[in-house]
């Protein structure tokens, strides 16, 4: 699926024609307004992936400076990307925390560049911190996508709450510098859905109605949680929520097979599929091509 304008629809005046039956068929179709525009997820869209920082896990997503961003961008969307997600803040394993202003220095001049290129692209900030978000949103974003889902700053929901902006809530278990270190589940699967279903309960008792959820492969999770969460992916369907999946070049691919994360891109294609088989409505890629390809052939594979 192309995001256009006709995808892209403008929020009140859709709503205005709508009656309460085309409202029921409206919240299976999950639109989430961005920006004033309702975005169709009915079916599968790629969301691609820019980093800000200088040691994300896989090198070629990062840009050093606006232009890289802007050219990057450009690539993605040309590929058929119908989002963008910026994050300046590395959350790979292992990583060390960086002062909530090196964020920012890198983050809302991007934002700004990116935006004013391409206005019609909704583009998703990655950030825990709620000023940040803020400024973001201010800058010319249009939606959040929090690893901590709220946790990291407490302040964040009622932020989000505030801005009327969709969220995107992801589950992580510990922090990035030791969320490897021996996690341990039970039922990672149910441990993962029951933190999800609380948190949506709680976002939308605040008001928060543009949710979207992410079960954070590779958060907190050894290989062997990712498969079994990748494997009950359908679970997640029952929380009434689009499915974002986050796998691209991650450590369950290339780890397995023995490889590097610059190896591991027929890898990841792989997994999309499996997650678009079992609901994914969001794919969150390094590699754009490749993931819009994996949607048109299974759009083919079941009309």
């Known amino acids: ?157 009622a932020e989000i709450a505030s801005l009327k902006v969709p969220l995107i809530l992801m589950h992580k278990k510990g922090k990035p510098a030791t969320m490897q270190v021996n996690p341990e589940y039970k039922d990672v699967a149910g441990e993962v859905y029951d933190y999800l279903a609380a948190k949506i309960a709680l976002c939308r008792g605040m008001g928060i109605n543009d949710i979207i959820i992410d079960p954070g492969f590779g958060f907190g999770k050894t290989n062997e949680h990712n498969f079994r969460l990748l494997d009950q992916l359908d679970l997640f ?16 691919v290339w780890k397995t097979l023995g490889l590097s994360s610059a190896e591991a891109l027929n890898g990841s294609t792989v997994l999309h599929t499996v997650a678009l088989l079992k609901g994914a409505k969001i794919l969150r890629v390094h590699d754009v091509k490749e993931a819009v390809e994996a949607v048109r052939l299974l759009a083919a594979f079941r009309p």
């Open 1 to 157: 699926m192309i995001i256009n304008n006709a995808l892209l629809l403008k929020a009140p005046e859709l709503q205005g024609k709508m009656n309460p039956e085309l409202f029921k068929e409206q919240e299976k179709m999950h639109l989430i307004q961005v920006r004033g525009k309702l975005l169709s997820l009915k079916e599968p869209v790629v969301m691609g992936i820019l980093n800000a920082t200088p040691d994300s896990f896989y090198a070629a997503s990062r840009v050093a400076n606006e232009d890289e961003a802007l050219k990057q961008a450009e690539k993605h969307l040309k590929e058929g990307a119908h989002l963008l997600d910026l994050g300046a803040y590395s959350s790979r394993p292992g990583a060390t925390d960086i002062p909530e202003d090196e964020e920012r220095r890198r983050l809302l001049p991007l934002v700004e560049k990116i935006s004013g290129a391409f206005p019609d692209i909704p583009l998703s900030v990655d950030t825990f911190r709620s000023k940040l978000a803020r400024e973001a949103i201010q800058a010319g974003a249009g939606m959040v996508n929090d690893i901590s889902a709220g946790d990291d700053d407490p302040a964040m929901l």
């Open 237 to 252: 369907d029952r929380l009434d929520a689009p499915l974002l999946v986050g796998i691209s070049r991650k450590g369950m």
